[in-house]
């Protein structure tokens, strides 16, 4: 009979082990999301943004909602005004690294589930929150001067 209360107690521990593991696997995720809402803002307002390479279009100000697991390349575009180009890169969140890499200690699966959901997203973050864009004029050239308009000199 011992065996089988002591059969059942290693079933119910491991068992409990495994449910903790499943609900809090993917600290990342769970902690901080899988996406951000970045500000985009520009000196004028009104530039058209064009965001690669999700093709997505906005003009400023605005905020959109983009995913922590990619690096994106945003693009300024106004008339009159030179194009500007900024890069939004993704990079490791270490504490939801760690978070994960302690979801190893009871096992290797619950360590392959927490990483898993993490690789999805929760494990990255975006390097800002917020882009504001200083747009220069485009600089207009001036004709030069012609040699024809020069006046003609008396006694040639």
Partial sequence: MKKGKARWKRICVMGTIGILAFILTGCGAMFSGSSTNVSLKSQPEGVNVEIQPTGEKA???????????????????????????????????????????????????????????????????????????????????TPAPSSENKSAQPGS
């Avoid at 194009?83 to 302690?102: E, G, Y």
């Avoid at 917020?130 to 220069?136: A, I, T």
Wanted: charged share 25%; aromatic share 8%.
């Fill in 59 to 141: 003009i400023t100000p605005t905020s959109v909602k983009l995913k922590n697991s990619q690096t994106y390349t945003i693009i300024a575009r106004k008339d009159g005004y030179k194009q500007q180009t900024q890069t939004l890169d993704k990079k490791i969140k270490t504490d939801a690294l760690v978070c994960d890499i302690l979801w190893f200690l009871p096992g290797i699966i619950p360590g392959a589930i927490a990483i898993g959901i993490d690789l999805g997203g929760g494990l990255y973050e975006l390097d800002k929150n917020y882009v504001e864009f200083v747009m220069e004029p485009e600089k207009v050239s």
